[in-house]
């Protein structure tokens, strides 16, 4: 079998959006997904802020996506990535869980990240319900509503002071007796007054007809449970307290990842290894969005072009 041009491991926005990239500039294309594609896309009833849509459900998007990168003459493959390394002649091998071997001339990693979840009652039931993972995404759906942000880091009083602009409150439910975030992030939470801080404090529970309208609080220190029942007007609950790349399958010894497991690129979307280049949640970065997932994958298509066209010219960049 001849080596692929360009392996895409997965199929959020970033994978798809390289995929469009890649077959416009010919490039013999696969995409690497178990699920379907989409990504966290297909989680999120509604996307306000990708441009050109307004607001679009995610799995509409999603399938957008695809469909162009299909009618490009990408080709999509139903498996799970297991173990990428480098291999003679500049190839790059990737084995996957039903044991077939792949061959690519370059990879671009999408594999995307998952949310930390809290772990109270309900918490998967009610996600896309009230439950989200993303302030930037779902803030607005709870205009002058009141909402919980669950975490005490630096996320999670960022979404906190986002979402004070747009909730009429909120409640910041921290289970250390102290918020983790920085001193400057902390000053700004105390000096919002719609912002409440519940420390060694948990969320035990929600619940609803169709979406959050009641919330148990438990108090660490007496272990006492309130309810709190916000009626048909309900509420929101933004999780914060992390996120998981998705890099098992990458050896340690490969050198791009950092300690929290992200892959480390520099802003060509290029990584130590030569004709390996990463994309999206997977990255590295500052900010989380459908449309830097999308800048990422075009720009990673572009610079794999650029490195297939010459591969001793294009450099990688230097190991830390």
């Known amino acids: 079998m001849n080596p692929i041009d360009v392996l895409v491991i997965g199929a959020g926005p970033a994978g798809l959006t390289a ?14 997904e178990q699920e379907a594609p989409g990504g966290q896309m297909l989680l999120t009833p509604g996307i306000e802020n990708y441009p050109g849509f307004g607001n679009v459900a995610g799995y509409e998007l999603a399938e957008h996506m695809e469909t162009q990168a299909r009618d490009l003459g990408a080709r999509f493959l139903s498996d799970r990535a297991s173990r990428l390394s480098p291999v003679s002649n500049g190839l790059i091998e990737c084995v996957l869980e039903s ?12 594999s995307g990240a998952s949310a930390r979840k809290a772990g109270f009652i309900n918490e998967a039931q009610f996600t896309g319900r009230g439950v989200s993972y993303c302030a930037t995404c779902d803030g607005l759906f709870f205009r002058n509503k009141h909402v919980f942000v669950v975490g005490g880091g630096d996320s999670a009083v960022v979404d906190a002071l986002h979402l004070a602009r747009v909730a ?8 250390k007796p102290h918020l983790a975030a920085s001193r400057a992030r902390q000053r700004e939470v105390l000096e919002e007054s719609k912002i409440s801080v519940r420390l060694q404090a948990v969320i035990e529970s929600v619940d609803g007809a ?12 007496t272990d006492q449970t309130e309810s709190l029942d916000y009626g048909d007007e309900g509420c929101g609950v933004f999780v914060a307290v992390g996120r998981k790349p998705s890099t098992e ?14 892959v480390v690129t520099d802003h060509h979307m290029r990584t130590t290894v030569p004709g390996v280049f990463a994309a999206g949640d997977v990255r590295a970065k500052s900010m989380r ?3 830097t997932a999308c ?3 075009a720009i990673a298509a572009e610079s794999a072009s650029s490195y297939l066209a010459n591969p001793q010219r294009f450099q990688s960049i230097k190991p830390r």
């Open 19 to 32: 995929a469009i990239y890649a077959r416009r500039s010919l490039l013999d294309t696969v995409v690497l």
């Open 99 to 110: 044991g077939q071997r792949l061959t690519s001339r370059s990879v671009i990693i999408a």
């Open 168 to 175: 009429r409150s909120v409640t910041m439910v921290v289970r």
């Open 210 to 221: 169709h979406s959050v309208e009641t919330v148990a609080l438990r108090d660490l220190r």
């Open 249 to 262: 399958f990458l050896p340690k010894g490969l050198g791009i990842l950092d300690e929290q497991g992200h």
């Open 289 to 291: 969005q459908v449309v």
């Open 295 to 297: 800048s990422d994958g």
